[in-house]
């Protein structure tokens, strides 16, 4: 079978396409693919569990060992034969190989704290961040429904005669068969945007394309190691956006690129503070967040899973906090435009549980913010 995928063959390249041909050649594919690493869950494990909260409704928690949590069956294998060796584990053996790097960056940030790392050591670190953000199951359903319903409502696709109008535009002639075959779609993936027919080898370049983009969005920002009063929960979307008010969105500021803070939970009792250039840093490294700054700071984390919270193996938060129900990935918002150009500008701020909540969290650990 001809490779369906070519990028520029670098030496981390080739080492990842022979560890993952290695792994096809010994019997040794991994199926049990974890959606955050396992050395990750296994820094909540308390007697060799953690406690893992699956939002549904309904709410159902189960202790289990890290290796037995938040994982999915074959969630990063792609089609043999589609990148250069042939192996379907071309994803997961790319995944190893950060993580275990990561792994490293981790224990070094544990033994001699954050200050001790080299330049290359936090380039490292802020990939990783950026690939826990893309790798997950927010990130492949964002780009299904922008495929789906956010493609078929931002070109105002159920108007009269407007599919007739964007088929002609694709240089394409609006006949009925056509037609009928356009609606089914659009009912189909705007009913169930997992329905976007998308390849793994497409999920695998934008995830890794995104990760690129995050990593460098989050390398200008600040970053800074806090202790908790409490103890943290984290999730199956570990790297957390925080607004001053988690209800509201402005087009001023937003993503990973512009958000006042980002936060990665780092342990049951440490998180990493990302703050943007433009954002104080109000206070020194180390310091302890109250237990009421953290109880807001674990409702903030909590809105950002896609369906799972992990937390220390005697945990309650994640049977006990209020959790909004999951909101569509985006909302479309028409803006005026400035004085010097005409008409309007169509907007599209992303949302997570919180979107547009009454009680959401507003300043997130309320010490970090500006008075």
């Not at 490779?3 to 396409?17: G, K, N």
């Not at 955050?36 to 309904?58: C, I, M, N, Q, S």
């Not at 289990?64 to 034969?81: I, Q, S």
């Not at 793994?200 to 009063?229: I, N, Q």
């Amino acid at each position: 079978m001809k490779p369906a995928a070519r990028a520029r063959m670098t030496p981390e390249l080739r080492e990842i396409f022979r560890a993952a041909a290695a792994m096809t050649e010994n019997g040794e594919e991994p199926h049990k693919h974890h959606l955050v690493p396992r050395f990750y869950l296994e820094r909540w494990a308390d007697h060799g569990k953690v406690l893992v909260t699956e939002l549904g409704p309904p709410k159902k928690s189960f202790l289990l060992k890290p290796l037995n949590a938040l994982y999915e069956t074959d969630y990063y294998r792609v089609t043999p034969g589609a990148f250069e060796g042939g192996s379907p584990v071309v994803w997961e053996a790319w995944l190893q190989k950060i993580e275990s790097q990561a792994a490293v960056i981790f224990a070094t940030i544990d033994d001699k704290g954050l200050e001790s790392l080299t330049e290359a050591e936090l380039g490292l670190l802020t990939y990783f961040i950026g690939v826990q953000a893309t790798r997950s199951r927010s990130f492949r359903y964002q780009s299904r429904w922008w495929m789906g319903p956010g493609y078929f409502a931002a070109f105002e696709l159920g108007k009269p005669g407007a599919l007739e109008a964007h088929l002609e535009r694709a240089g394409e002639i609006a006949t009925p068969t056509r037609l009928a075959e356009l609606r089914a779609y659009f009912d189909a993936v705007c009913s169930d945007p997992w329905q976007v027919p998308m390849s793994p080898e497409l999920d695998l370049k934008m995830a890794m394309d995104g990760a690129r983009v995050v990593a460098e969005s989050l390398r200008k920002r600040r970053f800074v190691m806090y202790r908790t009063a409490k103890p943290l929960v984290t999730c199956d979307e570990p790297v957390v956006i925080l607004y001053e008010s988690m209800a509201v969105d402005h087009p001023s500021y937003g993503g990973y690129d512009r958000a006042p803070i980002v936060v990665l939970p780092f342990g049951p009792h440490q998180v990493l503070a990302m703050f943007h250039p433009g954002m104080p840093v109000l206070h020194d490294p180390g310091r302890e967040i109250r237990w009421d700054e953290t109880l807001e700071l674990n409702r903030a984390i909590a809105g950002n899973a896609h369906r799972s919270l992990v937390e220390l193996s005697d945990g309650r938060l994640g049977r006990n906090l209020y959790i909004p129900d999951p909101k569509p990935p985006a909302r479309l918002v028409t803006l005026e435009s400035s004085k010097s150009e005409a008409g309007e500008i169509l907007w599209m701020p992303s949302q997570r549980r919180w979107s547009g909540e009454p009680d959401a969290p507003v300043r997130p650990v309320a010490s970090w913010w500006p008075a």
